[in-house]
């Protein structure tokens, strides 16, 4: 059992830059692949980047390549996602997702693929 706390959303102008933060209980957080997503007002919950589980590779999506970083420290049991660069269109909620995986070279895209989520943090850009 995994359990997921997420911090560091926030209210924030345009152009500016956040960093979230999501803590993982337990000893075995190395053998989880991680991932962020986020979910707009009336719209679903998208992958937004992935990392596997020595955070040697990393999924983006389109949107904000370039813009973000996932990353992770394993002796921390965390996983960060710096913003840079924020636009209204990235105002959502934002949740970090782990599942285990037996790969150490796979990140995993689809929400259905993760068995544990946080609660979400809410990020809000003003324009």
């Known amino acids: 059992q995994v359990q997921l706390v997420e911090s560091g959303g926030g209210l924030v102008q345009a152009g500016g830059s956040l960093r979230l933060s999501c803590a993982a209980s337990?000893?075995?957080?190395?053998?989880?692949?991680m991932g962020w997503f986020r979910q707009a007002p009336g719209k679903e919950r998208n992958s937004v980047a992935a990392i596997t589980l020595s955070g040697g590779n990393t999924y983006y999506t389109g949107s904000v390549k370039g813009r973000f970083t996932i990353s992770r420290d394993n002796a921390k049991n965390t996983v960060y996602l710096q913003m840079n660069s924020l636009t209204p269109e990235d105002t959502a909620v934002y949740y970090c997702?782990?599942?285990?995986?037996?790969?150490?070279?796979?990140?995993?895209?689809?929400?259905?693929?993760?068995?544990?989520w946080g609660q979400g943090t809410q990020v809000t850009v003003s324009s």
């Open positions: 997702a782990a599942r285990r995986s037996a790969s150490i070279d796979a990140y995993y895209i689809s929400g259905r693929t993760y068995d544990y």
């Open positions: 337990g000893r075995t957080f190395r053998n989880y692949a």
